[in-house]
């Protein structure tokens, strides 16, 4: 089951599937595809899973074990990947909160966010070599551009699953939180983000012109909520 909650402007979608470990299966993908459509809007969104043991534990192979052609296998990769795609290019910031272990498919699932907060007990891994398979759903692509071409061969290609220490040290991990604090600490995180500024900034970032950023920062100039600001700070400065 996924859950879409939706709070001053924060959408935080949860994988639910205990029995699975928040394991990834067919009808999974179409809840998060209904979620995604649902949280449209929303100035930040956070995606986790249920419980403290998995953030999501990839794909269910219990379910897709019935796929047996190399067609049915391309399918699968290919919905799962436009999921993945989803998340990466959600007009606002994106925050994967691993409450818990994430790998093979649900580190995939965790890189197209664009921020990773995680409990200080969490490990990560692309580990789909011990499957004889490689990532599907373009975590190979995005785990290249967080921590380059050779560590994402060594790391995918030997299976290494990673504590979160050596998961930030890498780049794979962004913000590392004491459990008794996770909940707290992701939740302040996203409405810190919840703002058009940090939308614009996801759009710089992510790659346009000079004209383009400078277009984002004169509409932020002129916008409502800069002056307020500004206006509350020359206050207090008397």
């Not at 299966?25 to 649902?38: G, H, I």
């Not at 986790?48 to 052609?69: I, N, Y």
């Not at 490990?123 to 190979?140: C, R």
């Not at 290609?157 to 707290?184: C, N, T």
Request: proline content about 3%.
């Amino acid at each position: 089951m996924v859950e879409l909650e939706l709070d001053e402007g924060v959408a935080v979608i949860t994988i639910d599937r205990p029995h699975a470990r928040n394991a990834i299966a067919p009808v999974t993908m179409d809840e998060l595809d209904e979620a995604l459509d649902k949280a449209a809007g929303a100035r930040a969104l956070v995606v986790r899973g249920a419980g403290e043991r998995a953030f999501v534990s990839g794909g269910d192979l219990k379910e897709l074990s019935a796929l047996r052609t190399e067609e049915q296998a391309a399918a699968m990769a290919w919905r799962m990947r436009s999921i993945c795609d989803r998340l990466a290019s959600f007009p606002a910031p994106v925050i994967a909160a691993l409450n818990g272990h994430a790998l093979g498919g649900g580190a995939e699932f965790a890189v197209a966010a664009d921020i990773r907060v995680a409990a200080d007990d969490i490990k990560i891994g692309f580990n789909q070599s011990a499957l004889a398979i490689m990532p599907a759903w373009g975590g190979a692509e995005r785990l290249a551009a967080l921590v380059g071409k050779s560590r994402a061969l060594l790391l995918a290609g030997s299976g290494a699953i990673l504590d979160v220490v050596e998961a930030q040290r890498l780049g794979l991990v962004d913000r590392v939180l004491p459990r008794a604090e996770f909940e707290d600490g992701w939740r302040a995180l996203a409405r810190s983000l919840a703002t058009p500024q940090a939308a614009e900034i996801k759009r710089v970032v992510g790659g346009v012109s000079a004209e383009e950023a400078v277009a984002a920062f004169a509409r932020l100039w002129v916008a409502d909520e800069h002056w307020a600001a500004a206006d509350a700070v020359l206050t207090r400065r008397g």
